[in-house]
């Protein structure tokens, strides 16, 4: 509830009363949205819960533990990582579109991974592609403008894959997406991305995956996606070997040079393209959905668009945003946090374990799945005030510290955070700045987006909204 006792909340999942207790319901159930693993009841749980995993005949039982103990979820992210790494599967699912590379790796391959990325993403990194950043989103505007005060609907969440698309694109490349680019990628993925989430919840139950018949569809779309992306790099390599001018300052020109401290060497050949295969996926589909979901919950907040758009305006009068200027919007960056919060784009991490380990009070086999619920644990009733209800002014008020530091992860935490968490925030701030300082958004009557989580929290009958000019 705000000073004026508006109070929004905004829409959930669809009743997750229990599950099915037959093994076929709940596989279904689980390839339309992995949040039918949250059950209504579990958001005010603290400790570690066992669920029996279905299984086929012949297949070893296995079960899955759920984490929501802030202590426990710090042992498995943070002090003790190299002891639980990423799973088997989600490297197996991922190796056709982006190889062995930075989201899948462990041990000291990923390390060194790490090593050579965190170069192109530090301080500097992001404040030397701010200038790309505001051509997509310039280029985001000049779309939306196309629409704004027409009465026509706007597919908000397609226009923000396009602008998140867009970004990472340019920050790479140096170069725009050509709009054949920006089909064929898009259409590519999505297909890639139902395949990838229903691959790896059917090998959840035991089937091996290399057995199904969606491998070779998978396969054509990840070559479909690497292709697009081969293109700008092999005019970028033969422009260096022919000795003619080369951007200096963005994404890729960080990637062919930086060199890992540790073992002298670089990314080159396919590994180069696996990289920025994998930078490309993680950076554009998760911004694309916090984006969407902001633009959803915002059209229902008039009170907050006010306040957005009086701040843009205060720091950014009317000539273009500078990088500097986005620390200054802090309104704006609350309101994605709590977007993030409510939407967590990845709703939960999965790690694997490697040796019998005891956690809270469960003895977990080795080789068992280990979850950790963002999207339980950021709107759990134990630490969050009205955890359902839609407030950016909760991250300037101190009884929310405690909730942030226990129970507040959008980007993961520990070794493995997010790379991009800066890069991603500061598109995010630049972009909502942009629209809000423009146009004011509407809700389209009778339209209510579904939350479905497969690889991200997506809605499952799109996010629409109006534009209109501010009155
Ligand atoms: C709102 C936007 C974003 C959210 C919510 C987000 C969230 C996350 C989360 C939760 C993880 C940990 C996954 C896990 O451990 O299983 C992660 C990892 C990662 N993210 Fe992001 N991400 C966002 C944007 C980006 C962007 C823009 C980029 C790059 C341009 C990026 C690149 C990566 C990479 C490479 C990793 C793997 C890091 C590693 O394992 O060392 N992400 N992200």
């Not at 982006?98 to 991974?113: D, L, M, P, Q, T």
């Not at 005030?385 to 009884?399: I, K, L, M, V, Y």
């Not at 991009?420 to 209510?448: C, D, K, N, S, Y």
Request: proline share 6%; with cysteine.
């Amino acid at each position: 509830m705000n000073d004026r006792g508006e109070k929004f909340s905004p829409v959930l999942p669809k009743a997750q009363e229990a599950h099915p207790t037959h093994p076929l319901e709940r596989i279904r159930g689980h390839l339309r949205s992995s949040l039918g693993l949250f059950l209504k009841g579990s958001y005010d749980f603290v400790g570690v819960s066992r669920h029996a995993i279905p299984k086929l005949p012949f297949v070893r039982r296995r079960e899955l533990y759920n984490v929501r103990d802030p202590e426990v979820i710090r042992e498995i992210l943070v002090k003790r990582y190299r002891e639980f790494p990423k799973g088997e599967m989600m490297e197996r699912m991922m190796r056709k579109l982006s190889g062995y590379s930075i989201f899948v790796s462990n041990g000291e391959a990923w390390e060194r991974h790490r090593r050579i990325v965190d170069q192109a993403f530090d301080n500097a990194g992001v404040r030397n592609v701010f200038g790309l950043m505001r051509d997509a989103a310039d280029a985001s505007i000049a779309r939306l403008s196309a629409d704004a005060g027409t009465g026509r609907e706007i597919a908000i969440d397609a226009e923000m894959t396009h602008f998140a698309g867009d970004v990472i694109f340019r920050t790479i490349f140096s170069e725009p997406m050509s709009s054949d680019d920006a089909r064929r990628i898009f259409s590519a993925f999505d297909a890639f991305q139902a395949i990838a989430f229903a691959q790896g919840m059917i090998g959840l139950v035991g089937v091996p995956i290399h057995w199904l018949w969606s491998n070779r569809r998978a396969r054509r779309m990840a070559r479909e996606i690497r292709d697009v992306l081969n293109g700008p790099l092999q005019r970028r390599l033969k422009a260096v070997r022919e000795g003619r001018p080369v951007p200096t300052n963005d994404i890729l020109s960080v990637l062919m040079t930086a060199e890992d401290p540790v073992t002298r060497t670089k990314f080159e050949g396919e590994e180069l393209l696996d990289q920025i295969a994998m930078l490309f996926l993680a950076g554009h589909e998760t911004s694309a959905a916090g984006l969407a979901w902001a633009l959803y919950c915002l059209a229902h907040r008039l009170d907050t668009q006010v306040e957005m758009r009086a701040e843009a305006r205060a720091v950014l009068g009317d000539r273009q945003p500078e990088f500097s200027d986005m620390k200054r919007l802090e309104k704006t960056r609350d309101v994605f946090r709590e977007v993030l919060r409510l939407y967590p784009p990845i709703a939960y991490l999965s790690r694997d374990t490697e040796k019998p380990e005891r956690l809270g009070d469960q003895e977990v086999p080795c080789g068992s799945p280990v979850v950790v619920p963002i999207w339980l644990m950021h709107r759990h009733t134990g630490y969050w005030q009205d955890a359902n209800d839609f407030q950016p002014d909760r991250f300037t008020r101190p009884e929310t510290r405690e909730a942030q530091r226990c129970a507040y992860m959008p980007f993961s935490m520990g070794a493995r955070v997010c790379v991009g968490a800066a890069f991603a925030m500061q598109e995010a701030t630049l972009v909502l700045a942009e629209i809000l300082r423009r146009f004011e958004i509407r809700p389209v009557a009778g339209h209510e987006p579904e939350p479905v989580s497969r690889l991200t929290v997506r809605s499952e009958n799109g996010i629409r909204i109006f534009l209109d000019r501010p009155r």
